[in-house]
């Protein structure tokens, strides 16, 4: 049974996201101190809200997430979390992970934010990641920000509202997802449990 620790920095609904975990047949472990000497598959950042505080209250953490992620350790981001794998973001001062090149920018003035709600993802990359996801899947969105990326190697699927949003990115073992798999229904379970299985492998 793959371990997945969830960082526990302040912003996410935690418990739903434990629940779907524990549906997809993982050890999960919320925490707040995580150390390098941990016995763990896989880590998720989730998130809710600021860039900026987020990037604070992850501060004490970084180096340990980033040691993790360049050993190869399994790394998914959720929506605020997703975020952060890159450098910056037009929200608020502060320096991200930088996993990926790029910069979190705002929704445009031509649509309603945030960018709350069901929206459909269009699948631009197979992976394992997104296995028996078919496009025009119904994802949960709660979000004013989005990533731009420098490269779109990285890139797995988008939604769109009002411009094309990276909804998914994957490379090597880093996954984000800019939507709440675990508020997704059955479709948003099944990427969970594939992460799960890339934990287990």
Request: proline share 4%.
């Amino acid at each position: 049974m793959p371990r997945i620790g969830i960082l526990d920095y302040g912003a996410g609904n935690l418990f739903s996201l434990k629940c779907g975990l524990e549906k997809g047949g993982a050890d999960v472990i919320i925490n707040q101190s995580f150390s390098n000497k941990q016995d763990l598959d896989g880590i998720i950042l989730p998130g809710v809200g600021n860039f900026g505080l987020a990037v604070a209250a992850i501060a004490p953490y970084q180096e340990v997430l980033t040691d993790a992620v360049n050993s190869g350790l399994p790394f998914l981001g959720i929506c605020l979390g997703s975020q952060l794998i890159f450098r910056d973001s037009e929200e608020d001062k502060g320096c991200g992970l930088s996993f990926l090149e790029g910069s979190t920018i705002r929704l445009p003035s031509s649509v309603k934010v945030p960018h709350m709600g069901w929206n459909t993802l269009e699948i631009v990359k197979k992976c394992e990641f997104l296995e028996d996801i078919e496009n025009g899947v119904w994802m949960y969105f709660v979000h004013s920000y989005y990533p731009k990326l420098k490269d779109n190697a990285a890139l797995a699927a988008v939604t769109e509202y009002g411009v094309s949003i990276p909804a998914v990115v994957v490379t090597k073992n880093i996954f984000g997802t800019q939507f709440h798999p675990e508020k997704s229904g059955f479709a948003g379970l099944t990427i969970l449990k594939n992460f799960i299985n890339i934990c287990g492998r």
